[in-house]
């Protein structure tokens, strides 16, 4: 198990460009979440599924982000018409739910730049 | 709604000195109480958790937790920090009435001085 994986690690855009994130889950795990790091602040939840199925979005997620997971596996996150306020650390994780014992798997995360 | 609070942005500390960082939840039931490390360019690691049970918690790097319910609290101690101890700190709740999805703290940022 390689844990989880995301692509790329960085990624320097230009406002108005839109670009995806991938994230690769730890294989036997039901549930990916997607959440957003700015500097100095803790992680801040975006979204998340069980197996493929999109369950919540929070209200930080506007309409220019997508995020899917085809098939329950790997996931994309896709920000359409960037803005300055893009710029972040975006973070997968995923979980293996049963019962309350929810524990997440970071990747090491994607950093945005919007110029 | 769940939420967290670590009321110190930084914390200095020699090392060999002993640790504790700060956590304030809210939360009206019995939360899911977690502690995550994260050093530059690296992913979020789990140091510990609470579910239930004994309310000390022993995590990975020596280190410790201690869930008081009276309080809504849930510090993290070390009794002898290291300088690969330097790094950022975040507290988390998750709650059933949240699907059990994490709510981070803005974090600590810990500075070990040699």
């Known amino acids: ?115 | 709604a769940q939420s967290v609070t670590q009321p110190d942005i930084h914390i200095t500390v020699s090392e060999g000195a002993s640790l504790e960082l700060r956590c304030n939840y809210s939360y009206g039931a019995t939360p899911y109480l977690f502690w995550y490390v994260q050093s530059p360019g690296q992913g979020l690691q789990l140091l510990l958790k609470y579910f239930s049970g004994d309310t000390l918690v022993q995590g990975i790097k020596g280190f410790e937790a201690e869930f008081k319910r009276s309080q809504s609290s849930f510090n993290l101690r070390k009794p002898s920090v290291h300088w690969s101890d330097a790094a950022e700190y975040f507290c988390a709740v998750g709650a059933a009435g949240g699907s059990y999805i994490p709510t981070f703290g803005r974090g600590t940022s810990l500075i070990v001085h040699p």
């Open chain 1, 1 to 115: 198990d390689t844990g989880v994986s995301q692509d790329p690690r960085h990624k320097i855009t230009k406002r108005g460009q839109n670009v995806t994130f991938r994230c690769d889950p730890i294989s036997e795990h039901n549930r990916l979440y997607w959440y957003r790091q700015t500097l100095g602040q803790g992680p801040e939840f975006l979204t998340y599924f069980q197996n493929e199925a999109q369950l919540e979005k929070s209200r930080l997620l506007s309409d220019r982000f997508s995020a899917e997971r085809p098939k329950g596996s790997f996931s994309t996150l896709e920000i359409q018409r960037t803005e300055q306020g893009d710029s972040a650390m975006y973070l997968c994780a995923s979980s293996l739910m049963t019962g309350g014992d929810n524990v997440l798997t970071f990747g090491a995360g994607s950093r945005l730049t919007v110029l």
